[in-house]
């Protein structure tokens, strides 16, 4: 069984970094897309940042490029999203998948998401 479980989200002011971490189990990294998407009230769930499978390539958003970074520890199957200089419109619940691709359409687990809130 998938569980995708995400931790390190919370509150901070406009320009201040935070780090989130998905604790995967039941999964191979190297078969999917794992990534980073948010959702912000009123909006669709959109793509952060991610791997694609087979663990070269990464995938950023236009919006978090130069701030966010992805990284991976496979000894410990954990997935980190480090996010600096950040901004009152990064404000989302933010959820760890895995998937095909960069797109929700193309997720196959979600994790339960953990809230970010930036304030100005």
């Known amino acids: 069984q998938v569980q995708l479980v995400e931790s390190g989200g919370g509150s901070v002011q406009a320009g201040g970094s935070l780090r989130l971490s998905c604790a995967a189990s039941g999964i191979t990294y190297s078969n999917y897309f794992m990534g980073w998407f948010r959702q912000a009230p009123g909006g669709e769930r959109e793509p952060v940042a991610g791997i694609y499978s087979g663990g070269v390539n990464t995938y950023y958003a236009d919006s978090v490029k130069g701030r966010f970074t992805f990284s991976q520890d496979n000894a410990k199957n954990t997935l980190y999203l480090q996010m600096n200089s950040l901004k009152p419109e990064d404000t989302a619940m933010y959820y760890c998948?895995?998937?095909?691709?960069?797109?929700?359409?193309?997720?196959?687990?979600w994790g339960q998401g953990t809230q970010v809130t930036v304030s100005s």
């Open positions: 998948a895995a998937g095909v691709g960069p797109h929700h359409l193309l997720v196959r687990h």
